[in-house]
Structure formats: structure tokens, C-alpha cells
């Protein structure tokens, strides 16, 4: 698989879902098709799919939608014609009624034709512009993955799906904090501008030092923790919610977009 | 009347939204509550609401969504607390089958349990932006309706939903044509961005003299007509449809909402 591995960072979106199609790769996406979209996935029953799309238009910013694929529809044509959202992911996970089955890497035999496809935005596209603007990312420079915390903030309710709003937090030097808000603000199709600045307190987290999930990081004594809404919270609504089925990207396996980070920019 | 139309001008919405609800105003809503945002009404049968959530979510800048009210529910929260769609909308228009019906002043007995509402973002939000910028707008100036075009782009479909994007023109003073496009990207939440500048017939407009609907406007010689996507393009897409029942505003009588224009900028 090293030869792989040295190829694959150097091979296109189509040829990458081409290769996870055939099964070749099933590990994360992190690092892959740099500077191209990478995208959550939700999938579920048509009989939870507006209450699910009216809580990402209630919450756009941990639910940032990049398309909506109809009833039985699994090419997303915006965001990358041809492919199979069925197939081109490396891993995906399984959940029934809030509860997580198994992981598998080709979802065809769980497909029917009333399900309904999400693809949501994701924090690499904007840590792609912090790092073009020369702000350090923290967790990547460890190694780490991003923390991320529950914090005391309830999205909108729509339906059945409600829940905290879960960040991640990154500590950014002072001098760059304007900066990082500005750029992130332009990408508001993949979370957008942060939800808050400084003390964690003000946002229900106790200790910076004990993330919900992913990894603590070390933040220098002059530098501020800044908190953009996360992925990880239409997930927890949706388990939550307890629907019959639920399939998902797994963690850190996302499926990668034809489309640009840049061109998402809002403006 | 002319005591209360002196009067109106100075309303809180609040205070409007009760005049309304007791017969007392059956106008257009132009000019009243300056500062704070009007909202177009769509009203659908639930049938039809995923499908048209849809066509707004992949048509955002013809389709801004201030709020969605779910099945049944008649206070919008979001936008004016305590506010009752039914009744707070100085006219409302009936369709059956896309053909319509009648206007009414109050849809009370129209309301079933099945309903779902849709409050759209209006341009007289970013007009009001650009006026407080010193950006003239021609059709007010000349006290007629924004000139409309049925343009060449089509919108992206969804469901049932489809037809061409709608625009509105307004021309501007070469040396702020700049600034115009600046100041309405900041109000996505209302059309936002132009979706054109400049030769109509590059959007497919073959006659600026000859709106589609509206009327026209004077273009100084030097002005450059700029074209923002318009609230027509929802309506035009309802109507080819033919839903069994559509309940929209009556043109001109929108939803004087709580929020203020300013407020619903993203950045």
C-alpha cells in the first residue's frame, strides 16, 4: 500500500473516488485532493428528510449544506457528476434506531429508494484558507485530532432533531484572530465565521483540557481559543432523534467534492 | 384614512402587525417600519413542503428563507413573536391548481393542520441599504414598481419545482457599482449579491424597455443596469407546479416581521 500512499495525495478527486469505488483505499481523507471539498454524509428515509433539511436551514452553521440529493438519487451532481455516494466513500457507518450497527465500506445493500443524501460542509475547507493565510492549526501541527466540546448553546429546534451545538475550538495568536474571522467568514458552505472568541466559560465549556471528543491541545499563554461550529452536531441530533436508519461518513472518512474550497467562498 | 396613514409611518411592526390583524390596513406595506424587514409568503400543504424547501435551498438568492414555520404552525418565533401569518398580512392571494382563485384579508378559514409556511426575504431590505449608503434607486425616485425580467438562466430544480430565475434591474451610477454589489452581499439573507451586471442580453433580456412585469425605469447614459435575483422566481415556479392549494402574499403586502434589516446581515 506505500506506493499508493505516495500516489494517491498527488491523484484528483475522480480518480481518488474512482480508487475508493474499486475498494482500494479505505482509510481517512485527511490530506487527500488538497484543496478540493471534502463533505460529511447524511442519509435517511424520505419520512425524516424535511424535518432534517428544516433543522440545517435552522442551523446552517454546525449544518452547513452543500447538496441535497432527492429521493433515491445517490450521483451528486453539483458536487461531483458521475460519482456514487453509495460506493465512493471509504467508510461509512450504519446506525438504527440512534444506535450504531457497524461500519462497512460500500453501503449498496443498505440502499432503497426513498432515501434522501446530505452532504454537508467540513472544517478542512476552512482550515485549507487559514493555513494558505498563514494561521497555525494547532491539532494538525500535534497531529492531533481537532477537540471538540458540547457547549451549552441548543441549536434550533425542527421536528424531532434538536440538541447542543457542538464546536471545535482552535487557539489562534491575537494578532491573527481578526484575520481568522474575516477569512472564515467567507466560507460560510463549510461552517463559516466562528461562534465565539475567548473564554470557554461564556459558552458553557468547563475545561478546554478535556475535550467531548478528538484530542486537548496545547494553547500558549497569549493565544485565544476561537470556536467554530462542528460536524459532530447534526450527528448528535440525529442520534438523538432515533430514526429507524441512519447511514454516515465514518469519522475522518468523508467523501472528497470536484469542487474547489475556493469556490465556495460566499463572496 | 389619512389620519392612520400619517400615523402608520411611525408604527413599531408590532403595532402594525395588530392594526393589520384588526382590519384596519389593507394596503401595501412599502414604506412602513422602515428599517425593519418584510417578508413574501408561501404557504403549501405539506405534500408539496420538502420538495419546495428543496428548490430554496438550491436556489438561495431567488429564494432567501427567513423562516419556516412547521406543519400547522402559524407564529413565526424567528421573526415576530407572538405574530400570527394568518391574519397579519394585509392581503393574501388564493391559487388552486396554479390558477388563482381570489385575494382575501384573512386566510383563517383557508388554514388547515397540514400547512407549512415559508417567509422569504424581500429586496426591500437592501434597497433600504443602499439608499442609507446614498445609492439611488431609480424606481423609487420615479414612484413606480421595480422593472421584473423573465431571464435566460433557469433555476435548479427540485421535485416538481423548476422554471427560469426572475430578476429585478436597478440602474447605478458607474462609480458605484462597486459599492452596490459590497453592500447587497452582505444581505444574503435577501437576495444578497447581484446575479449580473451590465448587457441584458447576456442573462437573456433582449428589451430593458419591456419588463415582464413592473415598469420600466429611466437608465442615464452612463448607468449601469445591475440585475439581483427576485421574488417572482419562487411564484413562477408555484404556479407551474399547480399545487392543489398555494396561499401566498398579495403582491406589495408583505409580513412586516420584528427583525431589523441590519440584523440579518451575515457579516
Keep these: 500500500m506505500e506506493t499508493e500512499i505516495k500516489d494517491i495525495s498527488r491523484l484528483t478527486p475522480k480518480e481518488i473516488q474512482a480508487l475508493i469505488r474499486k475498494g482500494k483505499w479505505d482509510k481517512p481523507t485527511a490530506g487527500?485532493?488538497?484543496?478540493y471539498a471534502q463533505a460529511n454524509l447524511v442519509?435517511?428515509?424520505e419520512r425524516y428528510a424535511f424535518d432534517f433539511l428544516l433543522f440545517c436551514q435552522r442551523n446552517p452553521k454546525p449544518c452547513p449544506l452543500l447538496?441535497?440529493?432527492?429521493?433515491?438519487?445517490?450521483?451528486p451532481k453539483e458536487m461531483a457528476t458521475g460519482a456514487?455516494?453509495?460506493?465512493?466513500?471509504?467508510?461509512?457507518?450504519?446506525?438504527?434506531?440512534?444506535?450504531y450497527v457497524k461500519e462497512v465500506e460500500d453501503i449498496s445493500e443498505y440502499w432503497a429508494s426513498d432515501m434522501v443524501s446530505f452532504l454537508l460542509g467540513c472544517s478542512y475547507s476552512f482550515e485549507f484558507a487559514?493555513?494558505?493565510?498563514g494561521?497555525?492549526?494547532?491539532?494538525?501541527?500535534?497531529?492531533k485530532t481537532v477537540p471538540m466540546y458540547i457547549s451549552g448553546i441548543p441549536c434550533k429546534k425542527a421536528g424531532g432533531f434538536e440538541g447542543p451545538l457542538v464546536v471545535t475550538m482552535r487557539p489562534i495568536p491575537p494578532d491573527k484572530v481578526v484575520r481568522a474571522v474575516q477569512i472564515t467568514t467567507r466560507f460560510s458552505a463549510v461552517h463559516g465565521a466562528p461562534v465565539h472568541v475567548g473564554d470557554p466559560l461564556k459558552i458553557g465549556i468547563r475545561d478546554l483540557g478535556k475535550p467531548d471528543l478528538g484530542d486537548p491541545v496545547r494553547i500558549g499563554p497569549d493565544e485565544v481559543p476561537v470556536y467554530w461550529a462542528c460536524g459532530v452536531t447534526p450527528q448528535m441530533a440525529l442520534m438523538k432523534n432515533k430514526p429507524d436508519l441512519v447511514?454516515?461518513?465514518?469519522p475522518g472518512h468523508l467523501f472528497i467534492t470536484d469542487i474547489r474550497n475556493?469556490?465556495?467562498a460566499t463572496f
Excluded at 466513500?89 to 444506535?99: A, E, M, N, Q, V
Excluded at 487559514?130 to 493565510?133: D, S
Excluded at 494561521?135 to 497531529?143: A, F
Design 32 to 35: 487527500l485532493a488538497l484543496g
Design 43 to 45: 442519509i435517511l428515509p
Design 67 to 75: 447538496e441535497v440529493l432527492e429521493k433515491g438519487v445517490f450521483e
Design 84 to 99: 456514487d455516494i453509495r460506493t465512493d466513500l471509504p467508510r461509512y457507518r450504519i446506525y438504527k434506531k440512534g444506535s
Design 130 to 133: 487559514l493555513m494558505e493565510a
Design 135 to 143: 494561521i497555525p492549526i494547532r491539532h494538525i501541527e500535534e497531529g
Design 247 to 250: 447511514i454516515t461518513h465514518s
Design 262 to 264: 475556493e469556490d465556495l
